[in-house]
C-alpha cells in the first residue's frame, strides 16, 4: 500500500547546528504538507507544498518538493531550544486530495 | 485550536467495552478525520468525512465505527474495544480551499487506555 516514509526517525543536535529531515513517498504526491507536533501537544500545520521543486522558506526554515514529486525535505538552519518536537510530512492517500497520510515522523531533540 | 475539541482528554475502560470519543468543531469545516498516534507508526487515519453523512475508510478502520448527522460532530466509536485499540486519538478538520488542499487543524487529542 501507499507509504510515506521518513528518516532519521530521531536526531540529537547542540543548539546552533543545523538539521535536517526527509520524507519518501512510494507514489507521486499531487501536493505535501509538514507539521509540527511538541511533546505532548497536537500536530501543527507549518506549509504546503504543491509545485515540483519548489522551494519555501520561513525564517529558519527551509522545505523543498522533489522534482518527481515523491520526496521532500525540511531543513533548519542554526537550531533552538523551541525548535523541539517531532517534524511530520504528509501527502493525500489514495488519489483524494483532502485526506492524508502521515509519514513517519522526525523527533528532534535540541541541546542547549 | 479552540475550535476544535474532544472529549474526554483521557479515559480508561475495558476489554470489550463500548466507548465512544467525541469531537466537535466550531469552525464548519466540511472534512473531518480520526487519526491514532502510537510510538513508531505516526499518524495513522481511520476514518473522514467530506461532509454530514458522507464518510470513508482511511488506513485503519476495522474495530472501529464513525456517524456525522451534523457538520460539527464526528464521534468515533470503538464498539468493542480491545488492547491493540490503547492510543492516543487526535481528531482534525479541514475546510476545502483552493485546488481542494488545505491545511488540517488537530484537536488536542484523548489517550484511551484499554486495559
Known amino acids: 500500500g501507499q507509504q510515506v516514509m521518513q528518516i532519521p526517525q530521531y536526531q540529537h543536535v547542540q543548539e546552533g547546528e543545523d538539521f535536517t529531515t526527509y520524507c519518501n513517498s512510494s507514489t507521486t504526491l499531487s501536493n505535501i504538507q509538514w507539521y509540527k507536533q511538541r511533546p505532548g501537544g497536537h500536530p501543527v500545520f507549518l506549509i504546503q507544498l504543491v509545485k515540483s521543486g519548489e522551494v519555501k522558506k520561513q525564517k529558519r526554515l527551509t522545505f523543498q518538493f522533489g522534482e518527481a514529486k515523491k520526496n521532500s525535505s525540511l531543513h533548519i538552519t542554526a537550531t533552538q531550544t523551541t525548535d523541539v518536537g517531532t517534524y511530520f510530512c504528509?501527502?493525500?492517500?489514495?488519489?483524494?486530495?483532502?485526506?492524508?497520510?502521515f509519514g513517519t515522523g522526525t523527533l528532534l531533540a535540541v541541546q542547549p | 485550536d479552540a475550535g476544535i475539541t474532544q472529549s474526554p482528554r483521557y479515559k480508561i475502560t475495558e476489554t470489550g467495552r463500548q466507548v465512544t470519543l467525541m469531537c466537535h468543531q466550531t469552525?464548519?469545516?466540511?472534512?473531518m478525520f480520526w487519526y491514532r498516534q502510537d510510538l513508531g507508526h505516526g499518524l495513522r487515519l481511520i476514518y473522514y468525512s467530506a461532509a454530514a453523512d458522507i464518510t470513508d475508510k482511511g488506513e485503519v478502520p476495522d474495530g472501529y465505527v464513525v456517524s456525522r448527522s451534523k457538520t460539527e460532530n464526528f464521534p468515533l466509536t470503538l464498539e468493542s474495544a480491545t488492547r491493540s485499540q490503547t492510543s492516543v486519538y487526535f481528531c482534525?478538520?479541514?475546510?476545502?480551499?483552493?485546488?481542494?488542499?488545505?491545511?488540517?487543524?488537530f484537536g488536542n487529542g484523548t489517550r484511551l487506555t484499554v486495559t
Open positions: 504528509a501527502g493525500p492517500y489514495g488519489g483524494a486530495t483532502n485526506k492524508l497520510i
Open positions: 469552525w464548519s469545516h466540511s472534512y
Open positions: 482534525a478538520s479541514s475546510e476545502l480551499g483552493a485546488g481542494g488542499i488545505s491545511p488540517l487543524h
